[in-house]
């Protein structure tokens, strides 16, 4: 991978890098990538560096070595209760924010456990894939602490969200792939050039007009029906407007003809 931005060189958890327009996020905080304060205030500084960077169409985030994430640093949260200081999950709305409402499309290459905040990260992303080993939940129940809930329902329905949540309840890849909540349950060997091959599609379209429809597609998702069409259609409006979408257009018709 190439590197980033030397302003982000310092950075500790997480690994950086682009290539051929797609940019690459990895969760590097062995062995199990737990979430600590230093590290999501990385993840929300990389989010925003690949967001601020014109030569980026497209971001895989993954995890290093055989794990996703398995969620907050629980120790790490533990002595900031204790001391009234600053914890991982302070951070937690505005690092879901940099996720859901980025400028570039995000595909979640999930290479192992997502646990609790590592299943709101993977959830907030806007494509998944997933390895055969990977596992989804939302353990929290199980140690003083909720969340992620809410994100968990982005992908799997009512009756499946409150049993992860009440019971510590964790799902195989493939039985979320069965469900239809990611887009492919791979052999290890497979996930990254699966995550690679979607970003490379993406990375290959109108910049601008992925760039809308990645805006659109984040606004619209909690309006209603009617709402959200105008909304989009506030969007197809402006991008119709552009020399580079009229042009398909003609590219397109006259193909036809």
Known sequence: MDELNPSLGGLMNIELGISEHIGTIVLARPPVNALSYQMIRELIEA???MDANPDVRAVVLTGQGQCFSAGVDLKE????????GAGPASLGVELYDALLHGRKPTIAAINGPALGA???????????AASENAVFGIPEINVGMLGGARHAMRLLGHST????????LQLTAEELYRRGAIEA?????????FAYHIAR????????????ARASLAQVEDMGVLDGYRHEMQAADELGRSREAQD??????????
């Open 248 to 257: 398909a257009m003609r590219r397109f018709l006259a193909g036809r003809r």
């Open 77 to 84: 949260q533990l002595h900031a209760l204790e001391t009234g």
């Open 201 to 212: 599609d993406i990375a290959g379209r109108d910049p601008r007009a992925i760039e809308l």
């Open 161 to 168: 969200v409150n049993r992860m949540l009440l019971t510590g």
């Open 185 to 193: 349950c791979l052999k290890e060997s497979e996930l990254m050039p």
């Open 118 to 128: 590592g299943l709101g990260i993977a959830a907030s992303c806007c494509i998944l």
């Open 47 to 49: 989010l925003s560096a």
